[in-house]
């Protein structure tokens, strides 16, 4: 059975050490005047967090994987045994509302506890993790763009845990593309909406933690324009809400089948039929792909974590296994009278466990830098500093999102390697890290639309604004460590890497504004453009933990190793990992070029590009 | 539900443009004796074996995912519906015994058109395709090293199909490491052998195929030497046989239980039990070892092609949605009628496409090769040629097995990607394609192993030789085609990164040989090592077909595009797959320096390395 610590130790390190989190936060009136921001309060919610995480998610992992969800004829869905009892542990224990709004019922602690949490959740149960994860997501755009009237019914049911959320977007025509969405909306007479479609893939579409349901859906109203400029937000309660607040008709949405998939199997992922269900409007009409972004960047942060979490407990177990597992014999030998040593000697074992603990640490400080400028985003008391904030977490999201279940998913297969044969085998638990993990590249905006989002959106669509904003943090950090000998063969191979980020930036946006096939140019190389990016983001992160641990060791306060391994493993990111990007720059210098083939290589019928 | 073509336009490609293969098989009196080189009988099997696979392979794959193998409380094993009736068709149609020696019932086909075949079950179902895979093995080294008296008993009931067989060589604490195994051998009055001890993993080692399976088991004998060199191999019938052919008694082997696997689960992975079974020597006391690799050459070369096999189908699959599928607009539009464009008009999409079709063909290029060669070893009538294809094959083996597997699986994971969410649903097939994918890079010697077999024992332990031998192969080519002004960019990145190989070579010798240390270094750097390395080969081979294609272009022989294609997959291979080498030039060359980290970081009670 696989094992699992909360990584604390790391935790407190990146929040007092790398981040001075608690003095950031109190700048924030909001923490301030809700006492959230006590550095030793998050400590200790985190420390309460990972006990909940170990008891009662990580028992359920396999439970969840072995059992599945179960839809009946009345299209009720039966989640596994124990899902239920662990959520109502969950929910007693306020963690559903742990960074929603006080107005709502919620604790009102910082993004950067939430984001800790939720890391420790995926380790231990991805599947279980999404009940209160979608639900989230829906709390964000409802609580950002609800009406006073919407908000006040709905929210504090969702902030207590009561009911869950779902987002319902994709259908079976339409997944990246949600212009040519078919679910229709009429206005009734009561100024509710009547919905109708077909929505697919819905990731905790339907189960039995909770008395209610609250989808958000989006549809076209009847009228609106062809298009993303058409779609408007609706919330579609499963069951319709008495004067008293409690569940009372039946609604017009059922859960038509539910998926069996790769993996996240304790998780429903739902057909939900529309029939002429009850909606209500959520913000603005034909707004709805805008309030829609609210819940998506929540989720694809969220779907990031899972990235980091599965990566943190895949590491962990394979270490486990190779301290324990003897195979062949190293000199000099450690069990010189036994008939093999422990396979972590081997320094092949070594270079796969220091991958997972190396893109993991450094995705541990992306996200929770990304969640520390969330809460400057919504709280700062200076605009400009909300400002700031805003643009670093839109280039981080889709880095976040992709980057994150891209390494996470490699971790998984990596550390399965570890165990060997044993790896392949269900009672070992790796293949499941491996299956749970995939699933986190594919959904919430392919990792392909995330590269999209970063090269088109976020860096060339505002002339390179926000890119030169991150770039300015990268030189300030390389100048002012100029002549520190410890840290300079990194901050040599940082510098010139983002360097060439820039200059890669540039021929890509070039190329982008040379004519109609500009968007190609960008299409074809976004991708590797996310993962060079990705690596100068993390390579920054490293440099700047092992300048606090050079510090500290130089300091004589590294008691324990941990800032020793914190330059190590630095180290080793500069040494093994980030030459990747050698081989990116000159991928992304090839371009579209030899993407733009004969369109008989594919036995096309027709030709389709310049057709 | 999956499709399939086989590839037989490439593969006669290859066979005759290539290869010129019927012409070097002429040269071998054994292929020209027997009428098995002629090019068109050629061709003709292999559209048979197409068919075959199409037909009756194929659509038992989900089936055998979805039903998995049950064993009973007797030991016996079911295979799923059909698995044995496709069997029968396999055997009554001559397939098992297609490249075995016709001096036991073999047709005496050339290894070049077997391999061939090998791809295409894999393609269509590899854990079906296990059962005759293993039973290769095993005739194998029982034809090369086995008695007479064991030959005659057992290779014809092995080259009919009428019986299968096994390779028994790991037990629970014995993978990577067989000269720690416990299994016991004791001599009988009889000149047989009891055998004694617990097998696990062992693949088809219990079915409802045939009425007998003969496993070939490594044990020690008793007073053999402690290590890999008191290791036997003995053969161990599920059944004994009678004096006319027949099972007789039940044999002291039984299945103990299957592992529930993360995929191939129409095969039985079984726990075997030997309690004094009797077993016969094969070949010589305590040259086990020596015998065994020659079943495990065959089979690590056999799970290579189940990378390329699930590499091709994967990539097929993938080509046939992209074609399908619409969603999102590209300029110029496609389908203007429509509010979609299909997703192949996309270079990222394409780029994932390429990435299969560039690898599946180089690929094949180098088995078909490594095939021919092995042809070339065992039947050329020249020593010398003899000598070199056996250094060749020698050399190629690990990197047809791990290059091939690794990037199989991420071609399976690649084209599961294209198909966005649809590809993480059972019913769609991509799935399973990347969970039966996943064990080509653990089993049969891990990726891990079978670097370290190329760098330790097939390059550094002669000094380099066969690695300058295939050095020569490539200059040549190299100066052969100096001044041809369509190869001059692939063949100036050829040179350069064949020369780096050179030096990269000598810097790792070097360190090898500098100290107790220098196993460390070699492990080290193995893996990126055999990724560098399969690159050149890639990279020679797709030069090569690209001077074919280029020829064919330029007299106006290519009709369907079959040839541009060749060219443009080329050129797409040369800019976006093989400057990898960038990256691993630099890992290799940063070597074991940050892998040799202080064992606290992993929380270890005491010091490991150098203790």
Same mark, same amino acid.
């Given at each position: 059975?696989p094992?699992?610590?909360?990584?604390?130790?790391?935790v407190?390190?990146?929040?007092?050490e790398?981040l /001075?989190?608690?003095?950031?936060l109190? +700048?924030?009136p909001?923490y301030?005047?809700n006492d959230?921001?006590d550095g030793d309060?998050m400590n200790?919610v985190?420390?309460e967090?990972?006990?909940?995480v170990?008891?009662?998610?990580?028992?359920?992992?396999?439970?969840g994987d072995?059992?599945g969800?179960?839809?009946?004829?009345?299209?009720?869905?039966?989640?596994?045994?124990?899902?239920k009892?662990a959520? $109502?542990?969950y929910?007693?224990a306020?963690?559903?509302?742990? /960074?929603?709004?006080?107005a709502? !019922?919620? #604790?009102?602690?910082?993004?950067?506890?939430?984001?800790?949490?939720?890391?420790?959740?995926?380790s231990t149960?991805?599947?279980?993790?999404m009940?209160?994860g979608l639900?989230h997501g829906?709390?964000s755009?409802l609580?950002?763009?609800?009406?006073?009237?919407?908000?006040?019914i709905y929210?504090?049911?969702i902030v207590?845990?009561?009911?869950?959320g779902t987002?319902?977007?994709?259908e079976?025509h339409?997944?990246?593309d949600?212009g040519? @969405?078919?679910?229709k909306?009429?206005a009734?007479?009561?100024?509710?909406?009547?919905?109708?479609?077909?929505?697919?893939f @819905?990731?905790?579409?339907?189960?039995?933690?909770?008395p209610? @349901?609250?989808?958000?859906?989006?549809?076209?109203?009847e009228?609106?324009p062809e298009?993303?400029?058409?779609?408007?937000l609706?919330?579609?309660?499963?069951?319709?809400?008495?004067?008293?607040?409690?569940?009372g008709e039946?609604n017009?949405v059922?859960?038509g089948?539910?998926?069996?998939?790769?993996?996240i199997?304790g998780?429903a992922?739902?057909?939900?039929n529309?029939?002429?269900?009850?909606?209500?409007?959520?913000?603005e009409? $034909? +707004? !709805?792909m805008n309030h829609?972004?609210i819940?998506? &960047?929540?989720?694809?942060l969220g779907t990031?974590l899972?990235g980091?979490?599965i990566?943190?407990t895949?590491?962990?177990? %394979?270490?486990?296994y190779?301290k324990?597992?003897t195979?062949?014999?190293?000199e000099?030998?450690? &069990?010189?009278?036994?008939n093999a040593?422990?396979?972590?000697?081997?320094?092949?074992v070594?270079?796969?466990?220091l991958?997972?603990?190396?893109?993991?640490e450094?995705?541990r400080?992306?996200?929770?830098?990304?969640a520390?400028s @969330? /809460?400057?985003?919504?709280?700062h008391?200076?605009e400009?500093?909300? +400002?700031?904030?805003?643009d670093?977490v839109a280039l981080?999201?889709?880095?976040?999102?992709?980057?994150?279940?891209?390494n996470?998913? $490699?971790?998984?297969?990596?550390?399965?390697?570890v165990f060997?044969?044993h790896?392949?085998?269900?009672?070992?638990?790796?293949e499941?890290?491996v299956?749970?993990?995939?699933i986190? #590249?594919i959904?919430e905006?392919?990792?392909?639309?995330?590269a999209?989002d970063?090269?088109?959106? +976020?860096?060339?669509? /505002?002339? !390179?604004?926000?890119? #030169?904003k991150?770039?300015t943090?990268l030189?300030?950090?390389?100048e002012? $460590?100029?002549?520190e000998?410890?840290? %300079?063969?990194?901050l040599?191979?940082?510098g010139?890497?983002a360097?060439?980020l820039?200059s890669?930036t540039?021929?890509v946006?070039?190329k982008a504004m040379?004519?109609?096939?500009?968007?190609d140019?960008?299409?074809?190389?976004?991708?590797?453009?996310?993962?060079?990016?990705?690596?100068?983001v993390? !390579?920054?992160?490293w440099a700047?933990?092992a300048?606090?641990a050079?510090?500290k060791?130089?300091?004589?306060?590294?008691?324990?190793?941990?800032?020793l391994?914190?330059?190590?493993?630095?180290?080793f990111y500069?040494a093994k990992?980030?030459?990747?990007?050698?081989?990116?720059?000159a991928t992304?210098?090839a371009g579209n070029e030899s993407l733009?083939?004969?369109?008989?290589m594919?036995?096309?019928e027709?030709a389709?590009?310049?057709?």
């Amino acid at each position: 059975m696989p094992v699992y610590k909360a990584p604390l130790r790391d935790v407190k390190f990146l929040m007092h050490e790398l981040l /001075d989190a608690p003095a950031q936060l109190a +700048k924030m009136p909001f923490y301030a005047e809700n006492d959230t921001a006590d550095g030793d309060l998050m400590n200790q919610v985190l420390e309460e967090a990972a006990r909940f995480v170990e008891g009662e998610l990580l028992p359920l992992n396999a439970v969840g994987d072995q059992e599945g969800c179960t839809r009946h004829d009345d299209g009720s869905v039966t989640t596994p045994t124990g899902f239920k009892a662990a959520y $109502n542990k969950y929910r007693a224990a306020g963690w559903t509302a742990l /960074d929603a709004d006080p107005a709502f !019922g919620g #604790q009102g602690m910082p993004h950067l506890i939430s984001n800790v949490l939720v890391e420790m959740m995926n380790s231990t149960n991805v599947a279980w993790s999404m009940y209160p994860g979608l639900s989230h997501g829906a709390y964000s755009a409802l609580h950002a763009v609800g009406s006073e009237e919407l908000k006040a019914i709905y929210l504090p049911k969702i902030v207590s845990g009561e009911w869950t959320g779902t987002m319902c977007l994709t259908e079976p025509h339409a997944g990246t593309d949600l212009g040519i @969405i078919r679910t229709k909306a009429t206005a009734n007479a009561d100024g509710s909406y009547a919905i109708s479609g077909t929505k697919i893939f @819905i990731s905790a579409g339907e189960h039995d933690l909770t008395p209610n @349901i609250v989808h958000l859906v989006l549809a076209r109203l009847e009228g609106s324009p062809e298009g993303t400029k058409g779609i408007s937000l609706f919330l579609v309660p499963k069951f319709l809400v008495n004067e008293d607040g409690s569940p009372g008709e039946r609604n017009g949405v059922v859960c038509g089948s539910i998926e069996h998939k790769m993996g996240i199997h304790g998780n429903a992922t739902a057909l939900l039929n529309f029939d002429g269900a009850t909606g209500y409007l959520v913000g603005e009409i $034909n +707004k !709805g792909m805008n309030h829609m972004f609210i819940m998506m &960047n929540a989720a694809r942060l969220g779907t990031g974590l899972q990235g980091l979490g599965i990566g943190e407990t895949a590491y962990q177990n %394979a270490l486990a296994y190779a301290k324990d597992r003897t195979q062949m014999r190293h000199e000099p030998r450690v &069990n010189p009278g036994e008939n093999a040593d422990p396979i972590i000697v081997h320094p092949d074992v070594r270079r796969m466990l220091l991958t997972g603990k190396a893109y993991t640490e450094a995705g541990r400080a992306m996200a929770m830098w990304l969640a520390l400028s @969330i /809460d400057t985003e919504h709280h700062h008391p200076d605009e400009a500093a909300r +400002k700031e904030a805003a643009d670093l977490v839109a280039l981080l999201t889709p880095i976040a999102k992709a980057f994150m279940t891209d390494n996470g998913f $490699n971790i998984a297969v990596q550390s399965q390697q570890v165990f060997g044969g044993h790896g392949y085998i269900r009672e070992w638990g790796m293949e499941q890290y491996v299956r749970d993990a995939r699933i986190g #590249q594919i959904y919430e905006g392919t990792n392909g639309i995330q590269a999209l989002d970063l090269l088109g959106r +976020k860096v060339l669509m /505002d002339g !390179g604004k926000k890119l #030169q904003k991150l770039a300015t943090i990268l030189q300030t950090f390389i100048e002012e $460590n100029e002549g520190e000998d410890d840290l %300079a063969a990194m901050l040599d191979q940082l510098g010139k890497a983002a360097n060439q980020l820039g200059s890669l930036t540039m021929v890509v946006g070039q190329k982008a504004m040379s004519g109609p096939e500009g968007a190609d140019e960008v299409n074809a190389v976004a991708v590797d453009y996310l993962r060079f990016f990705g690596h100068v983001v993390y !390579g920054y992160l490293w440099a700047r933990m092992a300048k606090i641990a050079h510090a500290k060791i130089a300091a004589g306060q590294d008691r324990d190793g941990f800032y020793l391994a914190k330059v190590q493993t630095a180290q080793f990111y500069f040494a093994k990992l980030f030459p990747e990007t050698k081989a990116l720059a000159a991928t992304i210098k090839a371009g579209n070029e030899s993407l733009a083939v004969d369109d008989r290589m594919f036995g096309l019928e027709r030709a389709l590009v310049g057709a």
